[in-house]
Nanobody, 122 residues
Framework: QVQLVESGGGLVQAGGSLRLSCAAS????????MAWFRQAPGKEREFVAA????????IYADSVNGRFTIARDHAKNTLLLQMSSLKPEDTAVYYC???????????????WGQGTQVTVSS
């Protein structure tokens, strides 16, 4: 079992920045592929970014490419998402996900966090 706990969400003005964290425990961090997804009110959950267990594979959704950066802090077993140039349409609950085998835009990750709210005001 893997436990994932997100933090770092909040309210920010358009154009601002936030950094989300996802602390992982229960399995060795370096065997997990990890990702961020988000879900806005009334919308389907959508892929944001993913990073492979070896940090070599990194994928972004077109909507965030160039504004968001996904990274892993192996010393702290933490997944990060640095978000810049935020837009009102980035408002959503952000979830981190992990899986030993799945990777990329798929939602078939085995483990999910509880989510953290990000609200971007115009």
């Amino acid at each position: 079992q893997v436990q994932l706990v997100e933090s770092g969400g909040g309210l920010v003005q358009a154009g601002g920045s936030l950094r989300l964290s996802c602390a992982a425990s229960g399995q060795p961090f370096n065997i997990l592929n990890m990702a961020w997804f988000r879900q806005a009110p009334g919308k389907e959950r959508e892929f944001v970014a993913a990073i492979s267990r070896d940090d070599i594979g990194i994928i972004y959704a077109d909507s965030v490419n160039g504004r968001f950066t996904i990274a892993r802090d192996h010393a702290k077993n933490t997944l990060l998402l640095q978000m810049s140039s935020l837009k009102p349409e980035d408002t959503a609950v952000y979830y981190c996900a992990a899986d030993q085998w799945e990777f990329g835009r798929t939602s078939r990750y085995d483990y999910w966090g509880q989510g953290t709210q990000v609200t971007v005001s115009s």
